[in-house]
């Protein structure tokens, strides 16, 4: 995959994504071709960033000039990751996604340790599988909160560039590899705060919810947790797997809904807590 194939590749994703939507009855954009523009834009600038920091992980299936399928992987420090793979309605079941995968798979052959955030399409699932990841399954927490059962939220700060070596550290503790380039992204995309006392230290990146969140303990992971619930109206806050009970006792404290989809699909890995991964960049 290129930098040109990114526009491209993010309409395959979106037409993949949209058709499992309505098959899982879920909630979607109305129409595969209007996907939410600042959606979109977020989608490939990120893809942008992967293809500049690892293009041997992207690899994309095409037939003349049409794009049937795409997959983005990275390593960052001997972890292989999984951001991106579909391939569109029309061509899937026929084994591209298998010949996507398998470059993508070698290029992580160097790697201990493996992650990603898997849908609940059981044919993403079979590949994973296969692959040798074990699926935990996931929880999100939704909705608007009860402001008034949110405390004053204590020691959280506005983040900054100036604490990607905090953050580095606390990754490699709670993941076992820290984001290193990935945080020039991710500060580009979301509102970073940090809480860094003497007894723990803990980043989140906001949206509306939680988009990743790591901590050295569930005390301080839960006090960032309230931040972006009194930050946000209509809150999303997911990949919750069993391991991070705390945010499932924070958000049901806020009255936010709980429900589950998907798996965080890893290899020589336990599940990172206290931690929320990030869809993309895990
Ligand atoms: C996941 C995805 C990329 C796989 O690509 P693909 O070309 O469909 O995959 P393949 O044809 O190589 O493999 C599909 C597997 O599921 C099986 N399969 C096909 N249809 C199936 C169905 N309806 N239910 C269950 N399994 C099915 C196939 O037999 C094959 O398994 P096998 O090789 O062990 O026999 C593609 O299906 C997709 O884009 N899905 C929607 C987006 C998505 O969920 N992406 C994954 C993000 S984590």
């Known amino acids: 995959m290129t930098l040109d194939d ?48 690892d293009p041997g992980g992207c690899w994309v299936a095409e037939r003349g000039d049409e794009l049937l ?39 992580g052959r160097g790697s201990l340790r493996a992650m990603l955030n898997a849908s609940n399409d059981p044919k993403a699932v079979r590949r994973y599988h296969e692959a040798g990841f074990r699926l935990y399954p996931q929880m999100f927490l939704r909705g608007t909160p009860d402001r008034s059962t949110i405390p004053v939220v204590e020691k959280v700060r506005e983040g900054s560039a100036g604490d990607v070596d905090l953050m580095d550290s606390i990754d490699r503790q709670t993941r076992g590899a820290a984001h290193g380039v990935d945080h020039e992204i991710l500060l580009e995309q979301y509102r970073l705060v940090v809480s860094d006392t003497t007894t723990g230290q803990g980043y989140a990146y906001l949206d509306d919810g939680v988009a990743l969140l790591a901590a050295t303990n569930r005390r301080t992971a839960a006090r960032l947790m309230w931040e972006a619930i009194a930050s946000g109206d209509d809150l999303l806050i997911g990949h919750i797997t069993p391991e991070n009970d705390w945010a499932v006792e924070v958000g049901l404290a806020a009255r936010l809904e709980l429900d589950q989809g998907g798996y965080l699909a890893l290899r020589h890995l336990k599940p990172p807590k206290p931690y929320l991964a990030h869809g993309a960049l895990m």
């Open 6 to 53: 990114a526009p491209g590749a993010e309409r395959v994703t979106a037409a993949g994504f949209h058709e499992l939507d309505l098959r899982m009855s879920r909630r979607s954009w109305p129409d595969p071709q209007l996907r939410p523009p600042e959606r979109s834009a977020i989608w490939v600038d990120r893809v942008c960033h992967l293809i500049g920091t």
């Open 69 to 107: 399928g795409i997959v983005v992987s990275f390593v960052r420090e001997k972890m292989w990751l999984l951001a991106s793979y579909a391939v569109v309605p029309g061509a899937q079941g026929l084994g591209l996604g298998r010949a996507l995968l398998a470059p993508a798979l070698d290029h």
